[in-house]
């Protein structure tokens, strides 16, 4: 990737070398309960990680949890509780027993597996004979999802199949006893097939029963649409078909499809139903971003189940980051699937609190951006309207936080701001329409004031064009906040019920069965954007550089206590939606600045970040120990409540684990990605203390 050498990114992230002495299967674990502190800016030792061992992040060019030699496949051991059949994958098995991975008696014309299961027995054809100069014809090639070739996999993996399947557990007939269901709600109990290439399990295949978005199949940015032709029917809401995939996968996949919501990506709306339907699509094309993709689904799966363990997203991870590399050394065209496993990746990081790995993906995801489309070709597909969305918000958050240029020059905003209010006056009934014109309008707007930062640090404006500048902003987000459109807060959508909800607690801070603080669907995004609005108006004001009056100090606790009481709202409603929570963290995070410096107060917002935390969005060292100044207690460094309250053995390991990847990340990545050093530094927290103190 240019001068910019990704892959050996990849390969360095996080490494801790070593060979795995531990079965990645095995329990994790337990974190020390010494209260340590990451080692970043200077604030202590990094806790200790118990996956320091296992080798997932090492900096050889290849993962060698799944590049292991030849020689020593043969010995790996099966795992702890786990029977598996013991064999060597032939080629003469039939089609149906080869995709359920099981061993097939190889008994004509029906096998004795499809015989009891009353499935149909397909076996290959025969070989031709050797110097005949016959072929298989295409038509009996594809007929087996085995027999495809991987898009991203290299010629050998088919041979290496025979080792690498040494060991694979059985999937039992209708009359035998029946393992966990993949629709169970608790963790499928098998490891990782580590044979489960692209060739094993046919990804190039296009699932049946799913039509792709009419806009998406070519990406090469020579397709042209109007506003006009793209509205909300173009949406595909049918669950893509992945079921000729293994077993664990499917489980993960429909976990995702039944409880990953866009809110998830930290995104105010997603009309075309994007992450459902057309991101798992490509992915069932393409084995980096399906692994991504499973990987943050196990994640989540993991953190609510009580029994959950990090294992296997590990592995899975792992799995995707492998396949990229190999996809990246191969020097193969890149492609839109490649960019959205980037994106995908870069959000697991922001979930463990890496953001310098973060940046390291948004660079490479930036050389894909202008290498596949301009500002216009990616308005004019679905997935390229979503990646640019998607890719927005890593940018504008870096860029306003770390007052920094964004990486997207202006024309990419004000394109999609552009595009997204033809399409609305277009649709004028479609609220989907005016929620993405909403969001585009934000998005450039933050844009702006990224860059007026940034000019500012590096002394470019004088302070006189700073205020004036300044105070345009302030009124371009007054009047975007102002100038929604009616349907958006449309009060027959206001939750007024909150009959099931917990009774009020006299520690709370505000009141949230308020009327008139929380939409509900399909207007619940409104809901996400109000919070938004106040969090970006607080970070504007803290950047105005002059000393607030009363009246200013009253406004930003209004903003405050705002998000505080939308964020209670939605914790509490018992119909919000799944990720509602995860999409307010960044407005919670700023308005935590200004909480009162009484404990009830301060007690109440740690609680909030344990709930976060609980839900799998870590925060980095660098905010806790910022946190830790604001409340005057050096323990949040470690954990936001006393004794370890809420703080669970399988959270300590994830905290332990991104810690390590964070400090590891501000070692090796400083020569190639810029280290988020101005994260929080631009607002001033004994400031805020101070004023907090005040009030």
Excluded at 323 to 337: D, G, P, T, V
Excluded at 394 to 400: G, N, R, T, Y
Excluded at 508 to 529: A, M
């Amino acid at each position: 990737m240019g001068d910019y050498h990704y892959h050996h990114f990849l390969s360095s992230m996080a490494g801790v070398g070593g060979q795995p002495n531990q079965s990645p299967l095995e329990g994790p674990p337990q974190m020390s309960h010494q209260p340590q502190v990451l080692a970043m800016g200077g604030h202590g030792p990094p806790m200790p990680n118990p996956y320091q061992s296992l080798g997932y992040f090492t900096g050889f060019p290849e993962p060698i949890m799944f590049n292991a030699p030849k020689s020593q496949r043969s010995r790996r051991k099966s795992a702890p509780g786990l029977d598996h059949i013991k064999h060597r994958r032939t080629r003469s098995g039939c089609f149906t027993c080869r995709s359920r991975r099981v061993k097939c008696d190889e008994t004509h014309p029906i096998c004795e597996r499809c015989r009891k299961g009353k499935r149909e027995c397909l076996y290959p054809e025969p070989a031709p004979p050797k110097g005949s100069g016959g072929s298989t014809s295409k038509e009996s090639s594809s007929t087996a999802p085995s027999q495809q070739a991987s898009p991203i996999s290299s010629r050998g993996d088919d041979d290496d199949d025979d080792d690498r399947d040494s060991k694979l557990e059985p999937i039992m007939d209708e009359d035998e006893e029946e393992p966990q269901s993949a629709t169970s709600t608790t963790a499928p109990m098998f490891p990782l097939r580590r044979s489960s290439t692209t060739s094993s399990f046919g990804l190039q295949r296009v699932p049946t029963g799913y039509r792709y978005d009419s806009e998406t199949p070519s990406f090469d940015g020579n397709k042209s649409s109007s506003p006009l032709s793209t509205g909300t029917a173009t949406a595909q809401s049918h669950r893509p078909d992945w079921t000729f995939l293994p077993h664990e996968l499917q489980f993960y996949l429909g976990y995702f499809y039944d409880n990953i919501t866009h809110y998830h990506y930290g995104l105010i709306s997603d009309a075309g139903d994007f992450f459902r339907t057309t991101l798992v699509g490509l992915a069932l094309r393409n084995e980096a971003l399906l692994y991504a993709i499973v990987a943050f689904s196990a994640y989540h799966h993991a953190l609510h189940n009580h029994h959950g363990r990090i294992n296997e997203f590990l592995q899975y991870y792992n799995h995707s980051v492998k396949n990229l590399l190999e996809c990246l050394k191969r020097k193969e065209k890149y492609s839109i699937a490649t960019l959205l496993t980037i994106l995908q990746l870069a959000t697991i990081e922001e979930y463990l609190g890496d953001w310098v790995n973060l940046m390291g993906h948004q660079k490479a995801a930036l050389e894909i951006f202008t290498q596949l489309f301009t500002p216009q070709t990616i308005m004019q597909s679905q997935t390229g309207r979503a990646a640019l969305t998607w890719y927005g918000r890593f940018d504008l958050f870096v860029a306003i936080m770390g007052s920094f240029e964004t990486t997207l020059p202006r024309e990419w905003y004000l394109e999609a701001a552009t595009y997204h209010d033809a399409c609305a006056a277009a649709e004028p009934d479609s609220v989907f329409w005016k929620f993405e014109a909403c969001s585009a309008k934000m998005q450039l707007i933050s844009m702006e004031m990224a860059m007026l930062y940034a000019r500012r640090v590096k002394e470019e404006v004088t302070a006189e064009d700073f205020a004036a500048e300044h105070q345009r902003l302030s009124r371009c987000l007054d009047d975007w906040k102002n100038g929604w459109d009616p349907a958006l807060v449309d009060p027959s959508h206001l939750v007024t019920d909150f009959s099931g909800s917990r009774a009020p607690d006299p520690n709370d801070i505000v009141s949230p069965f308020t009327s008139g603080v929380l939409f509900q669907p399909p207007l619940f995004p409104s809901t996400v954007l109000t919070a938004s609005y106040h969090s970006m108006s607080l970070l504007h004001d803290s950047q105005s550089g002059i000393r607030p009056t009363g009246e200013a100090k009253d406004k930003l606790r209004e903003h405050a206590y705002k998000i505080y009481q939308i964020f209670e709202a939605v914790e509490f409603w018992s119909h919000s939606p799944p990720g509602g929570l995860i999409a307010l963290q960044s407005a919670l995070a700023v308005a935590a600045l200004y909480v009162q410096r009484d404990p009830r107060h301060q007690m109440w917002i740690r609680r909030k970040f344990v709930l976060l935390e609980a839900m799998g969005y870590i925060f980095p060292a660098t905010m806790r120990v910022r946190m830790a100044e604001l409340f005057a207690d050096d323990t949040c460094t470690r954990w936001w409540l006393p004794n370890d309250e809420g703080f669970p053995p399988l959270l300590q390991n994830i905290r332990a684990y991104a810690d390590e990847r964070n400090a590891m990340a501000a070692t090796t990545q400083r020569d190639t990605v810029q280290q988020i050093r101005h994260v929080f530094s631009r607002m001033n927290i004994r400031e805020a203390a101070r004023k907090a103190a005040e009030n």
